[in-house]
T-cell receptor, first 111, second 116 residues
Framework: RKEVEQDPGPFNVPEGATVAFNCTYS??????FFWYRQDCRKEPKLLMS???SGNEDGRFTAQLNRASQYISLLIRDSKLSDSATYLC????????????FGGGTRVLVKP | EAGVTQFPSHSVIEKGQTVTLRCDPI?????LYWYRRVMGKEIKFLLH????????ESGMPNNRFLAERTGGTYSTLKVQPAELEDSGVYFC??????????????FGPGTRLLVL
């Protein structure tokens, strides 16, 4: 079983709609959680860190469920520019540790 | 502020040849990471430098891979001899030191390596 798993998609989303997807992690020692966005043939860019209480940044909302070991990302009022692959990343232990990535969820926003 | 840069952006080599990838982290970032994404797979960690020291090299696939960070600035990743399965995108990331506010890893654009 992979340590971090994501539905690869694609999620085909009408412009203006809401889309949500999850990322499950298997290691209960995971302490820090992140959503990265990766455009085609580009590098991953941090979208948001995920905090225990959940957090929101504009149209994006991230939630953490430690009991069930998953994080979620919700995108409201989807824009065409939201089309990308969304990578979930987790980190164990101290801040210096490596990131473990999921395979990514592809989102396609269509007019 | 300049981001993480990597050179070359692309490299096509034949099996058995040597390739050296370079990463320049964000100025002042002590932490430097190498990751790799092979076709159809997730991004995987290779190793982590703190300044010039290897903090964690648990992800290095085998002894054909050698990473250095002399002087604690830029880093090189050499593959010698390259094999077909080494093809993929090699990402470098850097991070500042400090508390949780500095734990974001910033990624470079990657080097696309194709071994024929």
């Amino acid at each position: 079983r992979k340590e971090v798993e994501q539905d690869p998609g694609p999620f085909n989303v009408p412009e203006g709609a809401t889309v949500a997807f999850n990322c499950t992690y298997s290691n209960s020692a995971s302490q820090s959680f992140f959503w990265y966005r990766q455009d085609c043939r580009k590098e991953p860019k941090l979208l948001m860190s995920v905090y225990s209480s959940g957090n929101e940044d504009g149209r994006f909302t991230a939630q953490l469920n430690r009991a069930s070991q998953y994080i979620s990302l919700l995108i409201r009022d989807s824009k065409l520019s939201d089309s990308a692959t969304y990578l979930c990343a987790v980190k164990r232990g101290a801040a210096g540790n490596k990131l473990t990535f999921g395979g990514g969820t592809r989102v396609l926003v269509k007019p | 502020e300049a981001g993480v840069t990597q050179f070359p952006s692309h490299s096509v080599i034949e099996k058995g040849q040597t390739v050296t990838l370079r990463c320049d982290p964000i100025s002042g970032h002590d932490n430097l990471y190498w990751y790799r994404r092979v076709m159809g797979k997730e991004i995987k960690f290779l190793l982590h430098f703190v300044k010039e020291s290897k903090q964690d090299e648990s992800g290095m696939p085998n002894n054909r891979f050698l990473a250095e960070r002399t002087g604690g600035t830029y880093s090189t990743l050499k593959v010698q001899p390259a094999e077909l399965e080494d093809s993929g995108v090699y990402f470098c990331a850097s991070r500042d030191s400090g508390g949780t506010l500095q734990e974001t890893q910033y990624f470079g654009p990657g080097t696309r390596l194709l071994v024929l």
